[in-house]
């Protein structure tokens, strides 16, 4: 996950307030719940010992979404009377979740507005092909593309003539099947999509497939639908869901491979929240990994103002001289960590052998 949205909540110091809110169920009683839960977060941020100011900013924005038909929910952080981020959610969060604290609580984001992976689905046929966006926030159209029109189907015979007019009829599919890979690279390097799904004959989605430049291959999936299907959301989500699985396989190998020294002697991981610490300070970390059940992630370290300002003992930031420190999640002060040095984070899922980071917080790291 690319942290740079984050940069705005650590522009100004704390404390902070945090707040997840469902939005996926829509009734006739919504507003009216909405806006119970709205005061009830007011409430509870206030019982935390959040100023006035900001608990009325916090209630403001949630009174807001009463009307709202957001798919999943939103994530807000206030701070002294101001709502300084509301990310839309791209998973629905498990209830409400409110936090005061030094820091803003940004690592459910991980889980709930993570990867959220776009798509561009082909609808792919002999004569061309149709183009649809789609992500966790909805469809829309991605343009489309006609090849030749004739011919574009075989005949029987065995006549010379009918031969000829069925290789005509080849190229004429061949051809059409390169404009589409050609359009499709096109929509894909336009939108940033993450994911190219082919829905067509098996044939055409190969043909396809095989003419797309090779820095795309790994992107695509060509779906069970024959010709004249439409994938069902469901069916989106599902390959997103693969999608998003593999990369954190993947990362997750890497991170594995990366534990043990390499040739200098030096691993290029580490786990653990000492380990971590260190690499924050050193601004050594190239990707962050949280595993959400981690036992690590909510454990205090010790933050002073500025991100690599982070200890796991408090009299360790007096070394090092600062003289203001306030404790915090260690989840949390990574993140601060990474966002300051441009390191992305990843949550991960361990198989259930595993327990991988150990105690769920590790990191990838680069040397400098």
């Not at 006739?28 to 719940?33: R, S």
């Not at 957001?70 to 701070?79: I, S």
Request: proline share 6%; charged share 30%.
């Amino acid at each position: 996950m690319d942290l740079a949205f984050l940069h705005p909540l650590y522009e100004h110091p704390g404390p902070w307030a945090s707040v997840y809110v469902d939005t996926s169920r829509h009734t006739a009683d919504t507003p009216h719940e909405r806006h119970l839960a709205a005061v009830a977060v007011a409430r509870e941020l206030s019982a935390q010992g959040a100023d006035d100011d900001t608990c009325v900013a916090a209630r403001e924005a949630l009174e807001e979404l009463r009307h709202s038909s957001e798919p999943h929910g939103r994530a807000v952080f206030a701070r002294a009377g101001q709502v300084v981020l509301d990310p839309p959610l791209t998973r629905a969060p498990d209830g409400s979740l409110v936090r005061w604290a030094p820091l803003p609580h940004t690592a459910p984001l991980l889980e709930l507005a993570g990867e959220d992976p776009v798509c561009v689905v082909a609808y792919v046929d002999r004569k061309g092909a149709d183009f649809e966006l789609r992500g966790a926030l909805g469809r829309r159209g991605a343009g489309s593309v006609t090849g030749k029109q004739w011919p574009v189907h075989r005949t029987s015979t065995s006549d010379w003539s009918e031969r000829h007019f069925q290789l005509r009829v080849e190229n004429t599919w061949e051809h059409n099947a390169a404009e589409i890979a050609d359009a499709l690279a096109v929509c894909q390097e336009e939108t940033g999509a993450d994911l190219l799904i082919l829905v067509g004959d098996e044939r055409e989605k190969r043909s396809v497939h095989e003419r797309l430049p090779k820095r795309l291959h790994g992107l695509v999936v060509e779906a069970e639908h024959g010709a004249g299907s439409r994938l069902l959301d469901e069916d989106v989500q599902q390959a997103r869901t693969a999608h998003v699985r593999q990369r954190a396989e993947r990362e997750l190998e890497r991170f594995l491979a990366a534990r043990a020294p390499g040739d200098d002697g030096r691993p290029g991981a580490v786990e653990g929240v000492p380990a971590l610490v260190e690499a924050a300070r050193e601004h050594r970390i190239h990707e962050l990994l949280v595993r959400p059940d981690g036992s690590d992630a909510h454990r205090e370290v010790w933050i002073g103002e500025d991100p690599d300002q982070v200890a796991v003992r408090r009299t360790d930031l007096k070394v090092l001289g600062e003289q203001n420190s306030w404790s915090a999640r260690a989840d949390d002060a990574l993140i601060r960590s990474a966002v300051a040095t441009g390191a992305p984070a990843l949550s991960v899922t361990p198989a259930p052998e595993e327990e991988v980071p150990v105690g769920g917080l590790g990191a990838l790291l680069r040397w400098t």
